[in-house]
Nanobody
Framework: QVQLQESGPGLVKPSQTLFVTCTVS??????????WNWIRQPPGKGLEWVGS???????YYSPSLKSRTSISRDTIKNQFTLQLSSVTPEDTAVYYC????????????WGEGTLVTVSS
């Protein structure tokens, strides 16, 4: 059974950098042909894809967030981390991690999400 679990700071001040980590169990983030994704949902709004890191350590980012986003991984801990810099209150959202096969289709596993609030 593949499980994903997000962990984050809860509260971040404007202009700071947000770090959210996804810990994966039941599968290796370096095995298979998968994209490991970050998706967020601001309060009252729809889902927004933020970016992904592949099994081969390639990264892809949303064009609207690319200048502020970095995704990295720790293969020993089987984790991947989202770094979002210069945050504003508009970055307040529930941040989810999810797995997608490289053939596309639907995300097959999701974490429960973690709420990150940007506020002074």
């Amino acid at each position: 059974q593949v499980q994903l679990q997000e962990s984050g700071p809860g509260l971040v001040k404007p202009s700071q950098t947000l770090f959210v980590t996804c810990t994966v169990s039941g599968a290796s983030i370096t095995a298979g042909y998968y994209y490991w994704n970050w998706i967020r949902q601001p309060p009252g709004k729809g889902l927004e894809w933020v970016g992904s890191i592949t099994y081969s350590d390639r990264t892809y980012y949303s064009p609207s967030l690319k200048s502020r986003t970095s995704i990295s991984r720790d293969t020993i801990k089987n984790q991947f981390t989202l770094q979002l810099s210069s945050v504003t209150p508009e970055d307040t959202a529930v941040y989810y991690c999810a797995r997608l096969g490289v053939g596309g289709g639907q995300y097959d596993y999701w974490g429960e999400g973690t709420l990150v609030t940007v506020s002074s």
